[in-house]
Every structure is written in structure tokens, then in C-alpha cells.
């Protein structure tokens, strides 16, 4: 089975299948100043993320070795409220290769910040997908479910649908009392929560963002090896579609996510071609992407 067709069944079991796993996952857990926690509970937490998300199916489809997703995850704990009770800021990024090349693109790069995690030693991590466990599980799994659904919507228009839906379910189990400690589960002012992420993943005024994506990738980076103008040509229309998602939908943290993820490559790519292409690319980052100008304006000097 190859992981690019589009019917896809979801595993819900914890055993292992015949099938590679998904996930390449590197996590680090770093407590620069525990007061009341053994650092042996530390390095214990992280296995058991790692092991969690590396050692178990999230799909029935076939991952070859050279498919897997590479995740890095970065828990940095910023506040120790008890015995294996914590505040983390969590970084995540998740990789996809580009093929005929050695080059990695990221598909999402992202920071939760003020996550509470209560962590029970000898209680296992479980993936969740509309029963509510713990907060640890239920933030891994509504992450890993979301990279899914981007990983697949970068290989097929649309394709991660199913794995989005999942993420939204997780955010629908949260109880309200965790809710409450963690407004990261919650409809806030701000909107860059992971209530809104799959909220806007899954409204139709976005849909030309996820088929930008697709087009992105398929028709752009993965072309580019063979033909590198115009896969730029198809990466420039895709990023045209997202600006017209942002002037649809003002202050959507998707296209937030999109530009923080893909903003340094967009740079890189266009940094050696015409002033006319730099000049298109550098008017459509200011558009989406106006707080990183200064950043951006490197790009036309």
C-alpha cells in the first residue's frame, strides 16, 4: 500500500501493525531549574514521548523508511508547579522530504506556549482521538494527527481531511476544567490557539490554502529538480492563493502557521532569481506575513 492513496483508514488500536510506523520523532525535554522533580522523571518523561509517538501506528498506510515524517519536539519547562507538575513552552517541527533530492521542507513549524503537563511515571501515555486521557496525551495526539493531515494534503489536494477531523475531535473531548488550565484548548481572543488551527483548517473560506499546499509541494518543490523555473512558477501561485485566503479571512492563524513555516524557505528560494520575481514574492510575504517585514525586506535590497 503507498501511503499516497486516498482512502485511508485510521488505526485506533495501541498494538503494533506490520506496517512501518509514520513518525521519525526526535524529542528533548529540557528543566533547567527543578526545584521538587527528579531529573530521572525528566529523562523518563521524554523516552516515553518519544517511544509514544515513534513505537506505535497512527495509520493503516505503508511508511518506507525514506516516507517518514520527521518530528522534532522541544519541551522546554518553565515553571515547576509541584512534583512532576509543570509549565512548558513546546516548540514543533515537522519534516517532509522532496523528492529526487536530499532536501527536507518543513511542513509545520510551530510554538505552544504555557502548556500544563501533569506527569504520572508508571501511567502510560495514550493516543486519543475523542476521549479525553490526560493533557500530555491529548496535545501529542491532536499535533501528530494535524502533521498527518498536512503531510497528506501536501501529496494530495485535500488528502489529510480525515486526520484534521480527528485533531478537531481531540479539541472537542477536552473537558472544560482542562480547558480552563490550558486556553490553549479554547476558542481565545487572540486566536492562535489549537481550537482555531483545525477551526480554520476545516472552514471552507481556507480550502484554497490547503490546495495551495498540495500545489506547493507536488508542483513545486517536488518539481524542481527537474525543472526549477517552473516549479517557482507553481510555488508563486500557490503562495498567490494564500494571500487571497488571508484577504478572505483576516488574522487566520493557518495562514500565521504557513508563513512561519514556509516564510525562510519562500526567502531562499527567490533570493537568486529576477528582481521581478523577488519583488512579486516580497509584496505577497508582506501580505501575509506583515509583522516579519524588516525580514522580508531583505529579499529586494
Given at each position: ?43 523518563d518523561l521524554e523516552k516515553r514521548i518519544n517511544d509514544f509517538i515513534n513505537n506505535q ?105 480525515r486526520y484534521i477531523e480527528i485533531a478537531d475531535k481531540i479539541v472537542n473531548s477536552i ?13 481565545r481572543k487572540n486566536q492562535y490557539t489549537r481550537y482555531w488551527l483545525t477551526e480554520n ?101
Amino acid at each position: 500500500m503507498n501511503k499516497y492513496f486516498f482512502s485511508l483508514i485510521i488505526c485506533c488500536t495501541l498494538t503494533f501493525s506490520l506496517f512501518s510506523q509514520e513518525f521519525r520523532a526526535n524529542v528533548i525535554v529540557n528543566a533547567p531549574a527543578l526545584q521538587l522533580t527528579d531529573p530521572q522523571s525528566i529523562q523518563d518523561l521524554e523516552k516515553r514521548i518519544n517511544d509514544f509517538i515513534n513505537n506505535q501506528t497512527w495509520t493503516e498506510d505503508d511508511f518506507a523508511e525514506e516516507e517518514k515524517i520527521k518530528v522534532n519536539i522541544q519541551f522546554n519547562i518553565v515553571k515547576e508547579l509541584g512534583i512532576n507538575n509543570f509549565i512548558a513552552d513546546v516548540s514543533i517541527r515537522a519534516i517532509r522530504p522532496v523528492y529526487g533530492t536530499d532536501y527536507e521542507t518543513s511542513i509545520l513549524a510551530i510554538v505552544d506556549d504555557g502548556v500544563p503537563i501533569a506527569y504520572e511515571q508508571y501511567n502510560p501515555l495514550e493516543m486519543t482521538q475523542d476521549e479525553f486521557k490526560d493533557n500530555l496525551s491529548s496535545f501529542l495526539s491532536y499535533y501528530l494527527y494535524m502533521i498527518l493531515g498536512l503531510d497528506y494534503d501536501s501529496f494530495s489536494e485535500m488528502g489529510g481531511q480525515r486526520y484534521i477531523e480527528i485533531a478537531d475531535k481531540i479539541v472537542n473531548s477536552i473537558p472544560p476544567s482542562v480547558a480552563k488550565s490550558d486556553g490553549g484548548w479554547g476558542a481565545r481572543k487572540n486566536q492562535y490557539t489549537r481550537y482555531w488551527l483545525t477551526e480554520n483548517y476545516l472552514n471552507p473560506k481556507v480550502v484554497a490554502l490547503r490546495k495551495a499546499f498540495y500545489t506547493y509541494h507536488i508542483q513545486g518543490l517536488d518539481i524542481m529538480a527537474d525543472d526549477s523555473a517552473k516549479g517557482r512558477i507553481n510555488i508563486m501561485e500557490a503562495v498567490k492563493k494564500v494571500d487571497q485566503v488571508q484577504r478572505l479571512y483576516p488574522n487566520c492563524y493557518a495562514i500565521n502557521v504557513f508563513a512561519n513555516t514556509k516564510g525562510d524557505e519562500l526567502m531562499e528560494i527567490f533570493s537568486g532569481v529576477s528582481q521581478e520575481e523577488k519583488k512579486q514574492m516580497h509584496r505577497l510575504l508582506l501580505s501575509i506575513d506583515p509583522a516579519n517585514a524588516p525580514k522580508y525586506n531583505r529579499l529586494v535590497r
